[in-house]
């Protein structure tokens, strides 16, 4: 009788788990990896590819 609650216990702390990760998740993102690896890639105003392939959009921070 003790396994039973143990194992529901499990399962809901397991589903729990997976729903908080999913929720968890941005959906937000680009990512895009060889910015420096075509010739053809067209850029306006300030953008710029760095060295390491990273996409800089801006050249200005905002605080």
């Known amino acids: ?16 788990s997976f729903i908080l990760s999913a929720l968890a998740q941005d959906v937000n993102q680009f990512i895009y990896h060889g910015f420096n690896e075509d010739p053809q890639l067209q850029r306006d105003g300030l953008a710029s590819v760095h060295s390491n392939g990273l996409l800089q959009l801006t050249n200005t921070v905002n605080s």
Do not use: E, I, K, T
């Open 1 to 16: 009788m003790g396994a039973a609650p143990r194992s529901f216990y499990f399962c809901v702390l397991l589903c729990v």
